[in-house]
């Protein structure tokens, strides 16, 4: 099992940085990748970024890329999503997730948090 917990989601002016963090517990050697995603009310959950942790190759959404950047610290089994110049249609419950499954397509992950809202103001 693996736990996930999301933090750093808030409100921001378009324009405006945030930082989303995603402490991982648990059997986290079991995980082939980490992903965030993103669900805004009335549409389907989009994915916005990976990292895979057998090298550290990361791969980010063409929505979001330029804008967006995930990286993790090891150390601390954390999963971070930097976010510059966020835009309203940013705006979205935003989940961190683990694929225990090395396909690590975006339908693979099976160990998600429980989301921290991003809200970005015009």
């Known amino acids: 099992q693996v736990q996930l917990v999301e933090s750093g989601g808030g409100s921001v002016q378009a324009g405006g940085s945030l930082r989303l963090s995603c402490a991982a517990s648990g059997y986290t050697y079991s995980y082939y990748c980490l992903g965030w995603f993103r669900q805004a009310p009335g549409k389907e959950r989009e994915g916005v970024a990976v990292l895979y942790t057998g090298g550290g190759r990361t791969y980010v959404a063409d929505s979001v890329k330029g804008r967006f950047t995930i990286s993790q610290d090891n150390a601390k089994n954390t999963l971070y999503l930097q976010m510059n110049s966020l835009k309203p249609e940013d705006t979205a419950m935003y989940y961190c997730?683990?694929?225990?499954?090395?396909?690590?397509?975006?339908?693979?992950?099976?160990?998600w948090g429980q989301g921290t809202q991003v809200t970005v103001s015009s």
């Open positions: 997730a683990a694929s225990s499954s090395p396909l690590c397509t975006w339908s693979s992950y099976d160990y």
